[in-house]
Nanobody
C-alpha cells in the first residue's frame, strides 16, 4: 500500500491561493486513483477533487469547480491541489487519499490516507 504525506497548508486571506502537495512512497503511485478530501470542525469529511491514474479523468465538487485544480506527477509520485480564490468556507484539514479503481466521491472507498494539512482562510 502506498503511504501518503501532505504539505503546503497554511493561513491565507480570502481571495488568496495555496498549493497543496501529497508525496507518495512505498507503493506504485501511478497504479492508484487519487483524491483530495477535506474536513472542517464538526463536519463530515467531504470529497474535493479526484484524478485517475493517468490524469485523463478528473472530478471536482461543485463548490470548488473553477477555483481548484488537481494534478499529478507520476514520475515523482506527487499529487497536487492548486487552490485559487480561496474563501473562508474552504477552511478545513485537507487529506489526500488513494484507491484502486475509478474516482469515487465517498471517503470509505479510499484505501490509503495521509495525515492531513490545515488550510485556514481568513475573511
Amino acid at each position: 500500500q502506498v503511504q501518503l504525506r501532505e504539505s503546503g497548508g497554511g493561513l491565507v486571506q480570502a481571495g488568496g491561493s495555496l498549493r497543496l502537495s501529497c508525496a507518495g512512497s512505498g507503493g506504485t503511485f501511478r497504479d492508484y486513483t487519487m483524491g483530495w478530501f477535506r474536513q472542517a470542525p464538526g463536519k463530515e469529511r467531504e470529497f474535493v477533487a479526484g484524478i485517475s491514474w493517468e490524469g485523463g479523468q478528473i472530478s471536482y465538487r461543485a463548490s470548488v469547480k473553477g477555483r481548484f485544480t488537481i494534478s499529478r506527477d507520476n514520475a515523482e509520485s506527487y499529487l497536487y491541489l492548486r487552490m485559487d480564490s480561496l474563501k473562508p468556507e474552504d477552511t478545513a484539514v485537507y487529506y489526500c487519499a488513494a484507491r484502486s479503481g475509478g474516482i469515487q466521491s465517498v471517503a470509505i472507498a479510499y484505501e490509503s490516507w495521509g495525515q492531513g494539512t490545515q488550510v485556514t482562510v481568513s475573511s
